[in-house]
T-cell receptor
Framework: GAVVSQHPSRVICKSGTSVKIECRSL??????MFWYRQFPKQSLMLMAT?????????EQGVEKDKFLINHASLTLSTLTVTSAHPEDSSFYIC?????????FGPGTRLTVL | DAKTTQPNSMESNEEEPVHLPCNHS???????IHWYRQLPSQGPEYVIH???SNVNNRMASLAIAEDRKSSTLILHRATLRDAAVYYC????????????FGDGTTLTVKP
């Protein structure tokens, strides 16, 4: 199956700093990518839909100015958590839309101290 | 999005078959039924999907009820590596768009 990578796999940062997470589709082009967040012992929650060359579409309750999404190419989408706080600590997962299914990245564990 | 109901947890013995049920009574006619699984501390992994007919692949089989209001994921011989959370997700059209994840079923496989 297709491969989606994320970088970094885990990151620890201080409160108030910004963190960028990259999501790459390694062997196919993805016009659409998705960003999810997962808190411990909970299911995945969709944050936003990232479309190549256009603005992202955010789900209700997700602050677009706090979670900046850029999808500048057909193989790369980035999520920047701005002015991170401890409550932003979570497991962030991206996925890329394929022709018949979604392909998920391995996830990024963010810890904000 | 169609609402799904799955048992919170199931147990299986290694080498035995496992049947994971999912109810999706509000599914629309164009929704494909996708199954993903998530191992601890990993992103979800595609397992199988189908529309009306039963489907088989190297990982599992998918049995879809005639009225499409329920489906069952079948693991023919569970292994310890199959221990994961299994999610059943109806998605509109053959092109998988955004997924709305429910709570899924946590499968425990006993040696």
């Amino acid at each position: 199956g297709a491969v989606v990578s994320q970088h970094p796999s885990r990151v620890i940062c201080k409160s108030g700093t910004s963190v960028k997470i990259e999501c790459r589709s390694l062997d196919f082009q993805a016009t659409t990518m998705f960003w999810y967040r997962q808190f411990p012992k909970q299911s995945l929650m969709l944050m936003a839909t990232s479309n190549e060359g256009s603005k992202a579409t955010y789900e209700q309750g997700v602050e677009k100015d706090k979670f900046l999404i850029n999808h500048a190419s057909l193989t790369l989408s980035t999520l920047t958590v701005t002015s991170a706080h401890p409550e932003d600590s979570s497991f962030y997962i991206c996925s890329a839309e394929g022709t018949d299914t979604q392909y998920f990245g391995p996830g990024t564990r963010l810890t904000v101290l | 999005d169609a609402k799904t109901t799955q048992p919170n947890s199931m147990e299986s013995n290694e080498e035995e078959p496992v049947h994971l049920p999912c109810n999706h009574s509000t599914i629309s006619g164009t929704d494909y039924i996708h199954w993903y699984r998530q191992l601890p501390s990993q992103g979800p992994e595609y397992v199988i999907h189908g529309l009306t007919s039963n489907v088989n692949n190297r990982m599992a089989s998918l049995a879809i009820a005639e009225d499409r209001k329920s489906s069952t994921l079948i693991l023919h011989r569970a292994t310890l590596r199959d221990a994961a959370v299994y999610y059943c997700i109806p998605q509109d059209g053959v092109n998988a768009g955004k997924s709305t994840f429910g709570d899924g079923t946590t499968l425990t496989v006993k040696p």
